[in-house]
């Protein structure tokens, strides 16, 4: 145990003093109790000396034990209680020099134990400061890793502004921040007491504020006192009036400045060298965070980008949902311009208004159905066909006619954009409402994007419902014409048609009644499709529209049932009805219902099927049709349908290829097992003549076709117009009886004998007709599509019509996604990978050289003084150096080598299987073919120089982006010696 009897602060002479009190005080008892004790009462003397010796040391204890010891015998002999010969008798001499001794050790021992205690002290202050320093990296550590796990910005900084509030043991933290072209602080999160109101701080374009003092100043600020500091302005600290003092640190990436962390306190602070640096530490990795979440927005806003325009052409899968379509499409565009509400409104012909269409996003039905308003009102307001994408971010701009469906929807900001037909008129309109921030030029342009795209897809889906529609319009009057020759009695027939019409035409409520004998009464038939709702057993005539219908003879179609003052109300979801009359020549034997729950759901095409529905039914109720005509109709029909179906499979499969090429190859396949075989012949790109781009013939009937020919089947090109020499110019589908005069008519070089050599291989013969199908997308010309096998009828052509329709739409649509995919895969200015696509085919390769531990290299290329051309020529001469160096480049590359657009003027290039001795050969025959090679311009012909980094996979080199910025800092030596030559790092 250590024995400490003076302070560190007392003086020496204190220190003197207070031993030599000691000293005295035991000497004196020492004296006094000798005559009590005896001799032996000298031992107590070892106590003061061993007290004073370790906290004074060895010399200086012993100095004292000897003068305090010795005055105990000089005071003994003075006062003639001892004599010498005494003391010496006695041992007290002894004494003294044990005395000394101990003194001279407990002193010793005293001075080592000081010392070794000041080196643990010291030891224990170094571990100390390195756990701190250890837990504080640990804790930053913690703190990236967490705000990485987070995805979205917001998130990110929630997290960073408490954590290194807690971290520093800071009353607040702030996270601005900067906008470098307005000079603007932005306030972004806060921790602490002012963390509520710090976004609503309103900064000011050119103010001085601490972020702007230490984004200035690069480094790290300690703020003493900010209300009066030169590093901000006195305004800005009003709404803190609690912070005496702040540590400012910049975030700051590579050259851009990102922001700044106010760590602040509400009681002054001083900061050590460590805590700055631990500060800027936390920066730095802060700023790395920002980075990644800033790439990963920009690069996530691209892909949504892409996703969301590649999405709209997936809608083409629900053509009889429109629900779920005009869903999927207002989802689709709000969350790419991040709206809160979207909603697509089509011009309905039959009301002459635009009409909201379920579902919206963001909207609930009901809203939907309150939004509509007259086509003639929407074009007088806005002319969206002369003055395009209508954007406002103020309520104020909104056109008072439509002030009305502002308020009810609380529009703040809004845009809207026209949906025209292939003849340019107005089909829709495409809204998007209410975006935080407002909306810019980036989201009118993908929202004009997306209006295209849109009114394409359903314009395409409705030409599609439409003729599917007319299918299932022709397969129930079928089955309706088929039930009414095969059923025993006519509840069996109304059973059927009831059943078949609410499947597939009017799904809601669809029914039949029958007049009773004496006219009174409209009997609902047991089959009538009521939902869950009881159904009542009869309805007077004249009651009700059923009943007024049944009275008069007349069709009603109703728009809205609850404008109908003689509406029956049996079910509280109906809308909208259409009742038709059964009736024989003038007498009325029932009724045809259909009800929906929609406003409107009801054409006159729907009046005019039923109706025809409800002659047909009218006539086999009262007599069917003889059976023989009926049999050879149904026969017909039967075979018409069963053709549908079988057609409808093959298109269906087609359309899901991806390219035109897919598509043809599906065709081919499909109809080989159907045994049939085509032909398809597409324009060139001059469009005045045509070419064989599919056959389905087997490869080595085409080989012999070929020797026959004398030529490759590829080569088989023909002008268009001889197509009409014998179709008459009619895009009609036709049924070709004469195969060898058509075929001669079109192949005019090819003499009659060799065209029936190259028939009759693949089964054509005079017997076998050819189907002619030219495919017509929206009225224009796409091609002619060629079919034949055995069984052909000319009775097969309407069906065959729609099967050619849906081919030119599939490879209409294929060849449209195969464009969005190559633009989304090439820059468009020089013809050669994006940076986005290069990156990914070069992590591929990056990936492939670790696995196999290959050689791989980089070069990283740019044009030297390629701004003088922009300055002197201008920057379309520029764009045209641009692309025909990146034609040159690409000319003179492996076919195995990746080349992209790095960005600007510069251009990279990653190959496989190279080492850095045959990558600097190459980088040095692209120098010199780009050197050698005079780029024509608008403005002539002018030489270009490139500079070029050139850098190879090595084992520090954990990512492509370490092989690539190593390739691009040996471009810039190359460019820092002058230009025009390659360096290697």
């Not at 806003?301 to 005009?326: A, C």
């Not at 309109?429 to 909306?439: A, D, E, Q, R």
């Not at 294929?814 to 990156?839: E, P, S």
Request: charged letters at 20%.
């Amino acid at each position: 145990m250590d024995i400490m009897l003076f302070n560190k602060s007392q003086s020496p002479k204190v220190r003197w003093l207070i031993a030599m009190c000691i000293w005295g005080i035991f000497v004196a008892v020492s004296l006094l109790l000798r005559k009590a004790i005896g001799p032996s009462v000298e031992m107590l003397l070892l106590i003061p000396a061993i007290l004073v010796s370790w906290s004074l040391g060895m010399w200086r204890g012993g100095l004292l034990a000897f003068v305090g010891h010795f005055a105990y015998l000089l005071i003994q002999v003075l006062q003639q209680v001892e004599d010498l010969a005494g003391i010496l008798q006695h041992g007290e001499l002894v004494g003294l020099i044990a005395t000394i001794l101990v003194a001279g050790i407990v002193g010793k021992f005293g001075l080592m134990s000081r010392s070794n205690r000041k080196e643990i002290l010291a030891r224990d202050q170094v571990i100390e400061q390195r756990r701190a320093q250890a837990s504080f990296l640990a804790l930053l550590n913690d703190i990236v890793r967490a705000s990485l796990e987070v995805n979205d910005m917001p998130g990110m900084l929630k997290i960073l502004v408490s954590r290194m509030g807690e971290l520093f043991v800071a009353d607040d933290c702030f996270i601005t921040f900067w906008d470098e072209v307005k000079k603007l602080s932005i306030p972004m999160a806060a921790y602490g007491p002012y963390s509520d109101m710090y976004q609503s701080v309103i900064a000011k374009p050119g103010e001085l504020t601490l972020t702007s003092s230490v984004l200035e100043a690069g480094h790290a600020l300690v703020i003493e006192n900010p209300r009066n500091s030169p590093f901000v302005d006195p305004e800005v600290m009003i709404p803190f009036p609690e912070i005496r003092c702040s540590l400012v640190l910049p975030l700051i990436s590579g050259e851009k400045k990102q922001g700044a962390i106010i760590l602040s306190f509400h009681s002054p602070r001083k900061f050590s060298d460590a805590e700055i640096a631990w500060g800027e530490l936390a920066a730095r990795q802060v700023s790395l965070a920002m980075t990644k979440i800033l790439l990963l927005e920009e690069a996530g806003k691209s892909v949504r980008e892409f996703t969301g325009l590649h999405e709209i052409s997936r809608v083409l899968h629900f053509p009889d949902d429109s629900r779920n379509m005009f869903g999927q499409l207002t989802e689709i565009m709000a969350q790419l311009v991040d709206a809160q509400i979207c909603m697509i409104c089509l011009y309905d012909p039959e009301t002459d208004e635009i009409n909201a269409q379920v579902s919206a996003y963001g909207m609930s039905d009901d809203q939907v159905g309150f939004y509509h308003y007259t086509n003639s009102v929407g074009e007088q307001i806005w002319n969206l066909t002369e003055k395009g994408i209508f954007c406002t971010n103020a309520i104020s701009d909104i056109p008072p006619e439509f002030m009305e469906f502002a308020r009810a929807l609380h529009i703040e900001s809004v845009m809207a954009a026209p949906m025209q037909r292939t003849d340019q008129g107005l089909f829709g309109m495409v809204f998007t409402i209410n975006k935080p921030g407002g909306f810019d030029q980036d989201d009118t342009r993908l929202l004009g994007i997306f209006a295209s795209q849109a009114s394409f897809v359903i314009q395409n889906i409705q030409l599609l419902a439409s003729e599917r529609r007319r299918n299932e319009e022709l397969s129930v009057l079928n089955a309706i014409a088929t039930a009414a020759t095969g059923a025993h009695n006519e509840d069996e027939l109304i059973e059927f048609v009831t059943h078949m019409i609410g499947e597939k035409l009017y799904p809601d409520n669809f029914g039949i009644m029958i007049l009773d004998e004496e006219g009174a009464l409209l009997q609902l038939h047991s089959s009538y499709r009521l939902g869950l709702m009881e159904k009542p057993a009869s309805i007077p005539s004249g009651v009700g529209i059923t009943g007024n219908v049944a009275l008069t003879g007349k069709t009603r179609r109703v728009a809205d049932v609850s404008q109908a003052a003689d509406y029956l109300n049996v079910d509280d979801r109906i809308r909208s009805e259409l009742c038709v009359p059964l009736k024989l020549g003038e007498r009325v034997i029932g009724v045809v219902n259909a009800e929906s729950g929609k406003l409107n759901a009801f054409t006159q095409r729907d009046e005019d099927l039923l109706s025809v529905i409800a002659g047909q039914l009218a006539t086999a109720i009262e007599r069917l049709r003889t059976i023989d005509a009926q049999y050879r109709q149904n026969n017909q029909l039967e075979r018409s349908n069963a053709m549908i179906k079988v057609l409808a499979q093959v298109g269906s499969r087609a359309s899901i290829a991806a390219d035109p090429e897919g598509v043809m190859n599906t065709l081919g396949n499909e109809l080989s097992l159907l045994g049939l075989m085509c032909v398809i012949a597409l324009p060139e790109p001059d469009n005045q003549n045509m070419s064989i781009a599919y056959t389905s013939i087997p490869k080595r009937v085409i080989k012999v076709i070929e020797r026959a020919a004398g030529r490759k089947i590829k080569e088989f090109v023909f002008p268009r117009e001889r197509l009409w020499l014998y179709s008459q110019e009619s895009m009609d589908p036709l049924l070709l009886s004469d195969p060898v005069n058509v075929v001669s008519s079109i192949l005019v070089d090819f003499p009659r004998q060799s065209i029936q050599k190259i028939l009759t291989p693949i089964g054509v013969t005079p017997n076998i007709p050819i189907c002619h199908l030219p495919l017509i997308v929206d009225g224009e010309f796409k091609g002619v599509f060629w079919l034949w096998g055995e069984d052909l009828r000319e009775s097969d052509l309407p069906t065959m019509s729609i099967f050619g329709s849906q081919v030119a739409i599939a490879l209409q649509n294929a060849h449209l996604l195969a464009k969005v995919q190559k633009m989304a895969l090439i820059d468009d200015l020089t013809g050669i990978f994006n940076r986005r696509h290069f990156f990914e085919l070069a992590e591929h390769e990056f990936s492939r050289a670790r696995r196999y531990d290959l050689p791989l290299s980089a070069i990283i290329l740019d044009i030297d003084h390629f701004k003088k051309f922009n300055d002197r020529y201008g920057h379309i001469v520029g764009d045209q150096v641009l692309h025909n160096v990146a034609q040159v480049l690409n000319r003179s590359l492996r076919d195995n080598d990746i080349l992209g657009r790095y960005g600007g003027e510069e251009f990279s290039v990653l190959m496989p299987v190279t080492d850095m001795e045959s990558a600097h050969s190459v980088a040095l025959r692209l120098k010199n073919c780009v050197a050698e090679t005079s780029v024509e311009t608008d403005a002539g012909p002018v030489g270009v120089k490139i500079s070029i980094g050139v850098s190879q996979l090595a084992e520090d080199m954990p990512t492509l982006l370490n092989l690539i910025n190593r390739a691009d800092q040996a471009m810039y030596i190359a460019k820092s010696t002058g230009g025009n030559i390659v360096a290697t790092k």
